[in-house]
């Protein structure tokens, strides 16, 4: 069985390129439109990985990651943020938060699958 990867974005068209770029890879991949969605996709699914986006409507990244790290089972599940955000504060605040890693917008599919294969071993 493939490793599991949730990809959270309100964009439609990032959601569909992560998925497809980590599909192609051999990733079994769950899409959420933003925190709360994945929060509630979540819900005791085993995932391996979560890519998400940081700013979105309803619960955005940052909040998604606290409160995905305030849950003991996704307690050390890597979160990589994959988002158009590259200034330092956004990252140390992401770092703080629990982020794992940070990819910024627009990505190269290679890129992201160097990161997610780095992160997953």
């Known amino acids: 069985m493939g490793k599991t990867i949730m990809t ?5 068209s990032v959601r569909q390129m992560v998925s497809f770029t980590l599909k192609e890879a051999g990733y079994d991949v769950m899409e959420a439109v933003d925190g709360k969605d994945a929060l509630s996709k979540l819900n005791g699914t085993s995932v ?3 890519i998400t986006d940081l700013n979105m409507p309803n619960l955005d990244g940052i909040g998604l990651i606290r409160q995905v790290r305030a849950n003991q089972a996704y307690k050390f599940v890597p979160i990589v943020m994959l988002t158009t955000e590259s200034q330092d504060t956004k990252k140390q605040e992401g770092k703080a938060a629990g982020a794992t890693g940070w990819i910024v917008k627009p990505f190269k599919p290679d890129q992201l699958l160097a990161v997610v294969k780095k992160v997953l071993g």
């Open 8 to 12: 959270v974005d309100d964009s439609t």
């Open 48 to 50: 391996n990985m979560i």
